[in-house]
């Protein structure tokens, strides 16, 4: 073969190439819309059914020079990377993202503003015990200038036999002892049915960690307009941490913040293990405000100070911690409650470190 046939045939296959691109970039286009129309009627992405039936009608067209096998791994690679394009796009869409949504966004309860670069230390017991028990710890937060205030009236325990908390009881007492001390609550409720009563109780309301995929929740709490505060799963990734939040803001609120409070690990020394990372990659990736738990995580009194710092330094909108006037005789989660003390205590090294 002359060098003159050659460099033809090389143009010939120059011209192929630039013709396979404009076919894949076309078809590309259409994977995208297919894409959209998927996620209008909430169909998965990956259809097995319909790669195998495309693959199956390649084949029987192929009349060479490949063999059946180039052929199957081909398109195989090409139905990848175009699934590959409909997630991404997904991903573009979401409303919890930096790239849909470039500044902060700031949650506002009264005077109080989360995520706009001051702090927030939110407080409060574990469950609402008593009214006498709700205003000393009111009392205290208010003398130590703290403005949120928390406390379990419904509690999801592990145990059937364990103290479920007080309900809506629970609220009206968390809201009475707030008002006199001129505090902001908040609390967790679990059936979609009370998130709309909540709002009459409470200015934030909490979706824990156990209903963190609870849909049915997530949808009611994005029907109302009162700020909620996200817990991440016991064993969420990240990923599905922000499609939780996705549910609330795609029904309209955008009132939503973020909480880590520790993930499941093999490790024992902690309740949990306290994910730091997930504050500056979830800033990265969100514009939703972060906060984190440093009781549930760790479930140990001697370290809440050091995690608050290590928290707060790492990009955390505020930490959440629980106060109780006497631990002992709590009844839910007493060992891990501090009392006013340890509080103060807590409270002065974390202002010394600078980072509130």
């Known amino acids: 073969m002359s060098h003159k046939n050659l460099d033809v045939l090389r143009k010939k296959m120059d011209s192929v190439n630039v013709q396979l691109l404009e ?21 998965p992405k990956f259809d097995p059914v319909r790669e195998k039936s495309m693959l199956d009608d390649l084949i029987a067209r192929n009349d060479g020079p490949f063999d059946d096998e180039s052929i199957r791994h081909l398109f195989k690679q090409i139905f990848q990377a175009s699934l590959k394009l409909q ?3 997904e991903h573009k869409e979401l409303l919890v ?54 406390g379990g009236a419904f509690k999801p325990r592990t145990s059937p036999y364990d103290f479920q908390g007080l309900g809506i009881e629970g609220l009206k007492i968390l809201k009475e002892a707030a008002s006199e001390f ?77 909480i880590e409070r520790g993930i499941r690990t093999y490790e024992k020394a902690t309740r949990n293990t306290l994910d730091i990372s997930a504050v500056p990659i979830l800033k990265l990736e969100s514009h939703l405000p972060v906060l984190v738990d440093v009781t549930h995580s760790t479930g140990r009194k001697d370290i809440l100070a050091p995690c608050a710092k290590a928290a707060l330094a790492a990009g955390a909108d505020g930490v959440m911690l ?16 501090l009392n006013f003390a340890e509080f103060r205590s807590f409270l002065a090294e974390v202002k010394d470190s600078g980072l509130l």
Request: with cysteine; glycine share 8%.
């Open 182 to 258: 001129g505090l902001k609550t908040i609390s967790e409720i679990v059936d979609p049915a009370h998130i709309e009563l909540a709002g009459e109780y409470i200015d934030i309301i909490q979706i824990g960690a156990r209903n963190m995929q609870n849909f049915e929740l997530l949808k009611a709490a994005g029907e109302v307009r009162t700020p909620i505060l996200l817990k991440r799963g016991l064993a969420a990734t990240l990923d599905e941490f922000l499609h939780s939040a996705e549910y609330i803001l795609s029904r309209g609120n955008t009132q939503v913040m973020l």
């Open 322 to 337: 629980e106060v109780h006037p006497d631990p002992a005789t709590a009844l839910s989660d007493a060992a891990q409650q």
């Open 97 to 150: 993202s930096r790239k849909s949504q470039k500044e902060n966004t700031v949650v506002t309860v009264g005077a109080t503003s989360v995520g706009n670069g001051k702090p927030l230390i939110i407080a409060g017991p574990c469950s609402v015990e008593s009214y006498d028990q709700v205003r000393k710890v009111a009392a205290l937060l208010k003398e130590t200038g703290i403005t949120v205030m928390r």
């Open 87 to 89: 997630i991404e796009a």
């Open 23 to 43: 076919l894949l970039s076309q078809r590309a286009r259409i994977v995208q819309e297919i894409g959209q129309e998927k996620e209008k009627q909430g169909v």
